[in-house]
């Protein structure tokens, strides 16, 4: 066992005003499983960045362990795949690659293809893997699960539990459960960390939340009393004052000298009573420092003339002689959140793009209504660019309405003056989603849409679809958030 010690630790990015960490202290036991949580842009990968000295920073870190990144970054993808692990661990042990393989399910053949041909889970599987081959590092983990089907979120999770040493940035509630013991969170005003996992934490939070929200109101009501005092000692020395120069209430002249000594010492004290008051205002205004704004969302779909939207009857995919999914039956009915659930590869996606009317190849039936409109989130988010006003223009949705849901998911007014571009993974995801809130449509359709997504506007997501029920068909990995909103689910 050592120590991570973070020491009044400051950063900013060049050019910004504001920092991102300001006289943040703490320590990490090298030996826990740490979990690594906060909203989107609260600076969770540049913290490990800064663990890493990529940044100048104020403060000091001192570790007695080097440390190590994943996801690996790799150059040759055309390379065969044990190529690949050798350029990130030149003196690996071929037995110990095969441990690790094996207890993440991934069958010795994939050491001899292009990693490039693996699927996306099968290359996040074997990076794993050789990060686990490091020994005396303590490991980055960076968002792991964005390219993980349920299955493997679970096999991955359990994999993790049997190690230590790590910090792991990911915001599915089970995944978090399941392999971790510490929690490191950045919330609004610092950086805490507690024991246990992330349900742990979450309900330590609520209740704080809300004993926070109760002392609120108590302390609401002495700052009003404190101001309303205020005002009337500073009123009180006021009307002292002008008595030096004035008459008294009979209208006979008064003694100056004593009468400004009188005021000068009342409004020594009174202003000793302003400062004592004023100071008791603003520590009084510090207590709510973090809860975290999580507004209720809202969505306005429009009604469709039939029940039924679209109707899938004997439905196979193809994609040249590949079928990618087989027989298969389900319909779309108004008020239905209908999950689309299946290891990767299984077809989802091409099932996606048959009903928004992409041209795509298959036998059976396939019915969708006239004039169906469809608001589509897909995966990607490498288009974006520009800014946020043009973005919405261009898009055909009401700026102020969409500027005004991604504040509510936790924008601040400095990040409408940035270039989409530079947003974070998350921050990204939500212009999407944001974006899809404002269509005027029938039926959405979200293509894993909480990739990169903070776990409180995952929520907050939850409870916008539950209290709207809007018609939804949606892709997404993280059970938990499944398990809450689906109506039907629709096995691949």
Not at 288 to 303: D, F, G, R, V
Not at 358 to 372: C, N, P, V
Not at 425 to 443: F, I, T, W
Request: aromatic share 10%.
């Amino acid at each position: 066992m050592s120590l991570i010690s973070v020491t009044n630790l400051t950063f900013a990015y060049d050019g910004s005003y504001d920092n991102l960490f300001e006289n943040i202290s703490f320590q990490i036991d090298t030996d826990w499983k740490l979990g690594f949580t906060g909203r989107n842009g609260r600076g969770k990968t540049t913290f490990l960045n800064l663990l890493l000295g990529k940044y100048e920073y104020s403060g000091t870190i001192s570790a007695k362990v080097s440390f190590e990144y994943f996801p690996f970054h790799v150059e040759n993808k055309e390379h065969n795949t044990m190529d690949v692990i050798g350029d990130i661990y030149p003196d690996y042990l071929h037995w110990e690659l095969m441990r690790e393989l094996s207890l993440l399910k991934v069958s010795e053949d994939v050491l001899y293809r292009p990693f490039a041909s693996l699927s996306n889970g099968e290359q996040t599987k074997v990076l794993l893997a050789a990060l686990f081959l490091k020994e005396n590092s303590f490991l980055l983990i960076d968002e792991p699960t964005n390219h993980l089907d349920m299955d493997a979120r679970k096999l991955v999770s359990q994999y993790l539990n049997t190690k230590s040493g790590f910090i792991l940035i990911s915001h599915d509630r089970s995944f978090l459960d399941r392999c971790v013991d510490h929690i490191l969170s950045i919330n609004k005003t610092d950086i805490e960390i507690q024991k246990g996992n992330f349900s742990d934490w979450w309900e330590n939070k609520r209740r704080q939340d809300q004993f926070e929200l109760g002392e609120n109101e108590k302390l609401k009501k002495d700052i009003k009393r404190l101001s309303e005092a205020s005002k009337r000692t500073s009123h009180w020395s006021d009307e002292v004052e002008k008595t030096k120069n004035g008459t008294t209430n009979s209208g006979s002249k008064v003694d100056k000298g004593y009468i400004g000594h009188k005021a000068a010492k009342m409004m020594k004290r009174s202003k000793s009573m302003e400062h004592r008051q004023q100071a008791s205002i603003e520590e009084k205004s510090k207590l709510l420092k973090n809860i975290e704004s999580s507004e209720s969302l809202k969505i306005t779909q429009l009604a469709y003339h039939k029940n039924q939207l679209a109707e899938l009857d004997h439905v196979s995919i193809y994609y040249g002689e590949k079928r990618v999914c087989t027989d298969l039956s389900f319909t779309i009915e108004q008020g239905e959140r209908i999950a689309l659930s299946g290891a990767n590869g299984s077809g989802k996606s091409s099932i996606i793009k048959l009903i928004c009317g992409e041209d795509i190849a298959y036998t059976g039936t396939f019915r969708k209504g006239s004039q169906l409109k469809i608001s589509y989130v897909s995966q990607d988010t490498s288009h974006l660019h520009g800014n946020l006003t043009d973005y919405a223009r261009s898009s055909g949705i009401d700026e102020s309405l969409f500027k005004s849901i991604l504040r509510k998911l936790d924008f601040s007014r400095v990040q409408f003056d940035k270039d989409i571009s530079a947003y974070s993974g998350g921050q990204k995801k939500k212009v999407l989603l944001a974006k899809s809130l404002c269509e005027k449509v029938h039926l959405h359709i979200w293509d894993e849409p909480l990739n990169f997504i903070d776990v409180i506007s995952r929520m907050q997501i939850e409870e916008l679809l539950i209290e709207h029920s809007p018609t939804l068909l949606f892709v997404e990995h993280d059970s938990e958030f499944c398990k809450n909103i689906a109506t039907k689910v629709i096995e691949l």
